[in-house]
């Protein structure tokens, strides 16, 4: 419940951003930023409904080996019980803004232990945003695993 | 009577109106899920002139070992007298229109040889297209290996 409180409160402190066809802001940048950590936080605390808030009906979702979930299967891996998400951490991401649309590019480091096994995993993502009645959310999500 | 009349004309325009959205909607669909097919065919031909013309300048792409290139490396790499890829074939593919973007997702395999080594990929990947004046661009691109 905290967990989805500070989602809402991020959405309501970041201020709104402009209608579609507007030049894209730096605030678009840290609003998309904030949106990706806050994700972050959801998924170490499995607060599914807060990541209702930042993920659209029709999101897909690729996962590092290929699963690919629509977003009701998302929300459900990531409260299962068999996995346990201890630390995401993100090195630093970058975002392109292109209208009502943005990309973002990083790389994050995984620990935690699924069905009791401990993994580690060094993965780079993109995520696609779009701005839905200003207000962003993410469309595609899809990670690879770094091995080299 | 004016009032039905004035009722019936905006009933008119809105109903033409969505249904021409929705044709522009289909044909954009139609558009990225081409050009799709044509980034195969550039590459199988190892064709950097074509595939400049369909990737944006700001183009990121993550390839499935977690190699994250520009455009330049891309094209490069597409050039690369080391590799000679026989076949690169989409099984399926998904396009979401939003308005003047579209994300694709699809899975496609590839074949060919690399330093003389033979290589057989199926993967997942996600697309992200801009429409800049009227041309679709890639601007985002991440492949996955389907491990499981």
């Known amino acids: 419940m905290k967990k989805l409180f500070s989602v809402l409160l991020l959405l309501l402190i970041v201020p709104r951003t402009h209608a579609q066809g507007a030049v894209p802001t730096q605030a678009d940048e840290s609003r998309i930023l904030t949106l990706e950590l806050a ?12 990541l209702e808030i930042l ?9 590092y080996d290929g699963t690919l979930m ?3 299967e998302y929300l459900a891996s990531v409260a299962a019980r068999s996995v346990h998400a201890e630390q995401i951490l993100c090195e630093p991401m970058t975002v392109r803004v292109y209208g009502p649309i943005a990309v973002v590019n990083g790389v994050y480091r995984e620990t935690g232990a699924k069905s ?3 993994y580690s995993h060094r993965e780079r993502f993109t995520d696609t945003w779009v701005r839905r009645e200003g207000r962003w959310l993410c469309v595609a999500s899809q990670s690879t695993l770094i091995a080299r | 009577m004016r009032k039905t009349i004035a009722v019936t004309v905006l009933m008119l325009t809105a109903s033409w109106f969505a249904i021409a959205q929705g044709e522009e909607q289909s044909s954009n669909q139609s558009k990225v899920i081409a050009l799709e097919n044509a980034w195969n065919q550039a590459e199988e031909r190892k064709d950097a002139k074509a595939l400049d013309t369909i990737l944006d300048n700001s183009l990121v792409y993550t390839d499935y070992d977690g ?36 994300v694709v ?20 990947f996600t ?5 800049r004046g009227g041309v679709w661009v890639c601007v985002a691109s991440q492949y996955t290996l389907i491990t499981k």
Do not use: C
């Open chain 2, 105 to 124: 997702t699809g899975v496609y395999r590839v074949k060919g040889t690399e330093n003389g080594k033979p290589y057989l990929r199926r993967g997942r």
């Open chain 2, 127 to 131: 697309d992200t297209w801009i429409s």
């Open chain 1, 39 to 50: 994700w972050n936080q959801a998924v170490q605390g499995k607060d599914a409904k807060a």
């Open chain 1, 70 to 72: 629509n977003r009701s």
């Open chain 1, 116 to 118: 009791g096994k401990p």
């Open chain 2, 67 to 102: 190699t994250m290139m520009t455009k330049a490396d891309f094209l490069a790499n597409v050039k690369a007298p080391s590799r000679h890829p026989e076949q690169q074939v989409t099984e399926s593919m998904n396009a979401h229109v939003y308005g003047d973007s579209a």
């Open chain 1, 55 to 63: 993920i659209a009906p029709e999101m897909v979702y690729v996962e």
